[in-house]
């Protein structure tokens, strides 16, 4: 018997037991694990109680939408995943570090950075409110005051007095008088500035070994090779040698403080 005939009959023995033995399997199988049903009711509220509590999941569900608006624009998150990016394009390494990396390392340091502002709502605002010693409404003007603080501490007065002329309103004569549709703006674009400013210095030395690079090779002839890419060693080299990230990151967290 050849090896071809052979191999077939086993084929073929194979597929009648798999047929055969294929009904039998859920004997043995083991017993099914109960899946839970979930239901959900929509209903005439009867008491007040119930509209309350119906508003205030609401309320909550479209807070939970706007928790990415709020955590890159009224944080530190702006300033933070800027000038990594700027670190990035001055390095010229392309996708290295790669996106998820950079936003990764953002948010944690926005978490590290917003610390004491957390801490001081739990106290004041969220505790209380658990603790029903205290309304929402009144609850959460009290966690905005730390918000406000952090974003009035690094706001130019040239950017709040912007957004005040062109709001047309009076002339705050106190932090309180500021609309916070007013701060948010000013606080934004002083975030960029100041990111931007921190980029412009981390460009600097990285920019210099360009030129330097750039004039090597065009004074031996070199027109045909890339300067980017005999630079970049010498990049990685000197952001290796200086220790750049913990410069980076130091530099970073002392501008909050």
Same mark, same amino acid.
Request: charged share 15%; proline share 7%; aromatic share 10%.
């Given at each position: 018997?050849?090896?071809?005939?052979?191999?077939?009959?086993?084929?073929?023995?194979?597929?009648?037991?798999?047929?055969?033995?294929?009904?039998?399997?859920?004997?043995?199988?083991?017993?099914?694990?109960?899946?839970?049903?979930?239901?959900?009711? &929509? *209903? /005439?509220?009867?008491? #007040?109680?119930?509209? !309350?509590?119906?508003?205030?999941? =609401?309320? +909550?569900?479209?807070?939970?939408?706007?928790?990415?608006?709020?955590?890159?624009?009224?944080?530190?998150?702006?300033?933070?995943?800027?000038?990594?990016?700027?670190?990035?394009?001055? &390095? *010229? /390494?392309?996708?290295? #570090?790669?996106?998820? !990396?950079?936003?990764?390392?953002? =948010?944690? +340091?926005?978490?590290?950075?917003?610390?004491?502002?957390?801490?001081?709502?739990?106290?004041?605002?969220?505790?209380?409110?658990?603790?029903?010693?205290?309304?929402?409404?009144?609850? &959460?003007?009290?966690?905005?005051? #730390?918000?406000?603080?952090?974003?009035?501490?690094?706001?130019?007065?040239?950017?709040?007095?912007?957004?005040?002329?062109?709001?047309?309103?009076?002339?705050?004569?106190?932090?309180?008088?500021?609309?916070?549709?007013?701060?948010?703006?000013?606080?934004?674009?002083?975030?960029?500035?100041?990111?931007?400013?921190?980029?412009?210095?981390?460009?600097?030395?990285?920019?210099?070994?360009?030129?330097?690079?750039?004039?090597?090779?065009?004074?031996?002839?070199?027109?045909?090779?890339?300067?980017?890419?005999?630079?970049?060693?010498?990049?990685?080299?000197?952001?290796?040698?200086?220790?750049?990230?913990?410069?980076?990151?130091?530099?970073?967290?002392?501008?909050?403080?």
């Amino acid at each position: 018997m050849t090896i071809r005939k052979k191999t077939t009959i086993i084929f073929s023995l194979g597929i009648f037991l798999l047929v055969t033995l294929l009904p039998a399997l859920p004997v043995f199988a083991q017993p099914a694990i109960p899946i839970p049903n979930l239901n959900i009711e &929509l *209903g /005439t509220a009867t008491e #007040p109680e119930q509209v !309350v509590g119906s508003l205030q999941l =609401l309320l +909550l569900l479209t807070v939970l939408t706007l928790v990415p608006a709020i955590l890159a624009l009224m944080t530190s998150f702006t300033r933070t995943v800027i000038v990594l990016s700027f670190v990035r394009s001055a &390095l *010229g /390494t392309q996708q290295i #570090p790669p996106n998820q !990396v950079l936003i990764g390392l953002a =948010l944690f +340091l926005t978490f590290f950075i917003m610390t004491p502002v957390y801490q001081q709502v739990n106290t004041t605002a969220i505790q209380p409110y658990l603790a029903e010693e205290m309304e929402f409404n009144e609850a &959460l003007s009290v966690a905005m005051l #730390p918000m406000r603080e952090f974003m009035f501490r690094h706001t130019r007065e040239k950017d709040l007095a912007l957004f005040v002329n062109i709001a047309n309103e009076e002339r705050p004569r106190s932090r309180d008088d500021v609309a916070l549709h007013v701060l948010i703006p000013a606080f934004v674009i002083s975030e960029l500035k100041t990111a931007f400013q921190m980029g412009f210095m981390i460009f600097i030395p990285f920019l210099v070994i360009d030129m330097v690079v750039a004039s090597a090779l065009m004074s031996m002839g070199m027109f045909m090779l890339p300067p980017v890419m005999v630079s970049l060693p010498f990049k990685l080299l000197l952001f290796v040698m200086v220790d750049g990230w913990h410069l980076v990151v130091q530099s970073l967290v002392e501008s909050f403080r």
